[in-house]
């Protein structure tokens, strides 16, 4: 099994040299699209049934916009995938791989196994808004940060009973603080249009910090 | 006020059984209290193993272990807490079943006696108000597993005098625990966030949107923590996550907090997580963590 990398404009995902870019070759048969213009690159494309997969970086948006979607019946050897990365921190060693209803199985196995021949975890997940983590995240830190306003408990007190409680590393509001409120507005703005759900909505403190962002440019 | 010597515990579940742990391992004579006989002889088991394990690692010497062993005394009889200082009630998440207990534990226990509950979700003031010693009552919420967590939220009802929220504080920090001191506010700090973000991950599984080990592989991964939430919740179990949803959404009304109907179809089928050797995962032993 070996990949080719279509690159078109910056990865979130791979921002710097990794082994994963390194490893690949010209004629690989899983064909990996990175960067922040996947759809132009995707689209055009041609004889997409020939490689063993097609694995395309996924931003907020579902895999769907990509590869259109059939009433429910969508899928083939076209995969999404993310590596998951909080705001402005290195991106973790996870690696989020989306499958639609009717994804080839044979597909989904090569590029599970080629994501962890270097060395990633790798969870599938449906092609929902959110996938898994920010799904479960993103709710969590909106609440800190208004139980934060409604005085439940100061920052460094939130912080720490979480941590201690629940053996988290790092509290929410010191994890927003390292990695910019900013960056969690725009993810929650991004699912809050795409679900409906008030639980995404941006907390006050969010749009606070990304309104003061681009006030000082 | 005396000094506090001998500590009960009532109710032998997952947070009994480990609060006694805690207790006895300090050096405070325990008693452990439960109307089930079978759920103090499943404490005895699991207390025994853990502290077996204590001893393989060298955190604690044979010597200490039988001293806490000896320390540490299952009854089914309430009169026996006669003899207690503190007590610290984790039975059912029940508003019913704890003022019963605790009406029943005011006549039995001497006037000195401190009454706590290690309630997640149930207001201190409200529990506190069916005792008959609501200004010596105060919350004790030890996290799971209590055994080797050392956070404790310690709130005040409304009518605790002061002295008596002292002196339980220090009795936890002479646990050697971390107490924090939080409002009596619906899941004090931890289940506030705790409940939903629970069942958001059981919805997730509900609708089929990742498998129970993909979503705990993804979640340790991203966020480094020690426990994904559906380990935790077959830690947990499903029983008790039924009654914190209802208490939390009953007080809150916050959509997140309403039980997935999964966790119900769960409990019918048996799945109640560890306690039952299976929930989202299968478990071959019914050990207990740590040592
Ligand atoms: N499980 C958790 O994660 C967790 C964490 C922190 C706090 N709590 C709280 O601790 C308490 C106990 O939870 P658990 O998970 O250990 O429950 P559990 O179901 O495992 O155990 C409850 C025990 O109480 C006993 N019991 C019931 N009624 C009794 C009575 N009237 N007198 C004596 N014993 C009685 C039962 O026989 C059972 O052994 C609850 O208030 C819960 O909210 C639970």
């Known amino acids: 099994m070996a990949h080719r990398i279509i690159q078109a404009g910056d990865s979130r995902s791979f921002p710097a040299a990794h082994a994963f870019l390194i490893g690949a070759i010209a004629n690989g048969d899983i064909h990996v699209y990175i960067g922040a213009r996947v759809g132009e690159a995707f689209t055009r494309s041609t004889n997409r049934d020939q490689c063993t997969a097609h694995l395309v970086e996924l931003g907020d948006e579902c895999l769907g916009v990509h590869t259109g979607e059939a009433r429910g019946n969508e899928g083939s050897n076209v995969l999404g995938f993310a590596r998951f990365r909080m705001g402005s921190a290195e991106p973790s060693n996870l690696i989020e791989l989306v499958k639609q209803p009717q994804t080839s199985p ?6 599970k196994a080629l994501f962890e021949l270097f060395g990633f975890k790798v969870a599938v997940c449906s ?27 100061s920052a460094g007190d939130l912080d720490a009973t979480l941590k201690m409680g629940l053996g988290y590393p790092e509290g929410p509001i010191a994890l927003l603080e390292r990695t910019g409120l900013a960056a969690h507005f725009d993810v ?30 | 006020m005396s000094e506090i010597k001998t500590v009960g515990i009532a109710g032998a579940g997952t947070m009994g059984a480990g609060i006694a742990i805690v207790t006895a391992r300090a050096g405070f004579r325990t008693l452990l209290y439960d109307t089930n006989a079978r759920q103090l002889e499943r404490a005895r088991d699991q207390q025994a193993g853990f502290f077996t394990s204590s001893v393989k690692r060298n955190k604690l010497t044979q010597a200490e272990v039988d001293r806490i062993m000896a320390d540490l005394v ?32 005011n006549r039995v226990c001497p006037a000195h006696t401190i009454f706590a509950s290690n309630t997640s979700t149930i207001s201190i003031t409200e529990i506190a108000g069916g005792t008959g010693r609501d200004d010596r009552f105060v919350g004790m919420h030890f996290c799971l597993p209590a055994q080797l967590m050392k956070l404790v939220e310690m709130s005040p009802g409304m009518n605790t005098k002061p002295d008596v929220f002292d002196a339980a504080w220090q009795f936890c920090a002479a646990l050697g625990q971390k107490p924090v001191r939080t409002q009596d506010s619906p899941g004090f700090v931890l289940n506030y966030f705790l409940i939903p973000f629970n069942n958001d991950a059981i919805r997730m599984v509900e609708a089929g949107i990742a498998e129970p080990a993909d979503i705990d592989l993804a979640i340790k991964t991203a966020m480094g923590y020690a426990m994904g939430p559906m380990e935790l919740l077959d830690l947990i179990g499903m029983d008790t996550q039924v009654l914190l949803c209802a208490a939390m959404h009953g007080l809150t009304h916050e959509p997140r907090a309403t039980c997935p109907a999964l966790v119900k179809r769960m409990i019918a089928a048996g799945r109640l997580g560890r306690k039952s050797g299976r929930g989202f995962f299968q478990y071959e032993r019914d050990a207990m963590f740590g040592a």
């Not at chain 1, 044979?106 to 590029?111: E, F, Q, R």
């Not at chain 1, 479960?136 to 439940?152: F, T, V």
């Not at chain 2, 610290?88 to 704890?98: Q, S, T």
């Open chain 1, 106 to 111: 044979a597909a989904l196995v090569a590029c």
């Open chain 1, 127 to 153: 092609d929902v808004p959110g996938r898994i983590v920010n799904r479960l995240i993103r709710p969590y830190l909106n609440a800190a940060l208004r139980r934060l306003d409604e005085r439940l408990a």
């Open chain 1, 188 to 217: 929650t703005q991004a699912l809050y249009e795409w679900t409906g759900d008030a639980a995404f909505a941006p907390a006050r403190r969010a749009r606070v910090a990304k309104l003061r962002g681009a006030a000082q440019g």
């Open chain 2, 74 to 105: 299952p009854t089914t009889r309430l009169e026996d807490l006669v003899a207690c200082d503190l007590v610290i009630e984790a039975v059912f998440e029940d508003l019913g079943v704890k003022h019963q207990l605790f009406a029943a534990l």
